[in-house]
């Protein structure tokens, strides 16, 4: 159980396009969905919580305008990179929190983009 | 200061051995604590959370936190080549989802054979 798919895994996109990336929970209802950057060899940082229904919430520093999160229902969340460039590049990973009686978030396999 | 600090390794050790991995955090906020698993290129799989202080055995992992110390710590006992990998410890605030994860930035783990 807890499983979280995202599409697609790997995505090359030239600058100035948008790219959508789709996180699921597939077994399970999420209200709380998490998006996430890695940088190689650097940790996961939070970028915004997605909530079912409601604005998302960006943390300091990343661009709302530019990240565009919608939490269309209880099993999906897509984040949108809009107008990419290079420095966009990242492993973007979701979480989907399973509102159980233990506070467990389960990740998505990740979405490698590559902004040419 | 970073509020979750891991030492990045790579930390070597022979199969069988006792690894103990640890992490220290600086937000007092913190009660809940987690660490993930991480293979290269995939996302983060949750090993084990623990709520406040105290341990938390499952299998072969033992996870322990200190909130006194602010010290947080897993043990892999056994320790076998398919645990070769990055482990993430994480803090949060709350618990319910109600914010996202403070990740340290993992330690690279080798298993010898």
């Known amino acids: 159980g807890a499983v979280v798919s995202q599409h697609p895994s790997r995505v090359i996109c030239k600058s100035g396009t948008s790219v959508k990336i789709e996180c699921r929970s597939l077994?399970?209802?999420?209200?709380?969905m998490f998006w996430y950057r890695q940088f190689p060899k650097q940790s996961l940082m939070l970028m915004a919580t997605?909530?079912?229904?409601?604005?998302?919430?960006?943390e300091q520093g990343v661009e709302k305008d530019k990240f565009l999160i919608n939490h269309a229902s209880l099993t999906l969340s897509t984040l949108t990179v809009t107008s990419a460039h290079p420095e966009d590049s990242s492993f973007y990973i979701c979480?989907?929190?399973?509102?159980?009686?233990?506070?467990?978030?389960?990740f998505g396999p990740g979405t490698r983009l590559t902004v040419t | 200061q970073k509020e979750v600090e891991q030492d990045p390794g790579p930390l070597s050790v022979p199969e069988g051995a006792i690894v103990s991995l640890n992490c220290t955090y600086s937000?007092?906020?913190?009660?809940?604590f987690m660490w993930y698993r991480q293979y290269s290129r995939k996302g983060p799989e949750l090993l084990m959370y623990t709520y406040s202080s105290g341990n938390k055995e499952d299998g072969r992992f033992t996870a322990q936190v200190d909130k006194s110390s602010k010290y947080i710590s897993l043990f892999i006992r056994d320790s076998q080549p398919s645990d070769s990998a990055t482990y993430l410890c994480a803090g949060s605030a709350t618990g319910g989802g109600a914010d996202g994860l403070t990740f340290g930035k993992g330690t690279h783990l080798i298993i010898q054979p």
């Open positions: 937000n007092s906020a913190f009660q809940y």
């Open positions: 979480s989907a929190d399973t509102a159980g009686p233990n506070y467990e978030q389960y």
């Open positions: 997605s909530n079912e229904g409601s604005k998302a919430t960006y």
């Open positions: 077994d399970f209802q999420a209200t709380t």
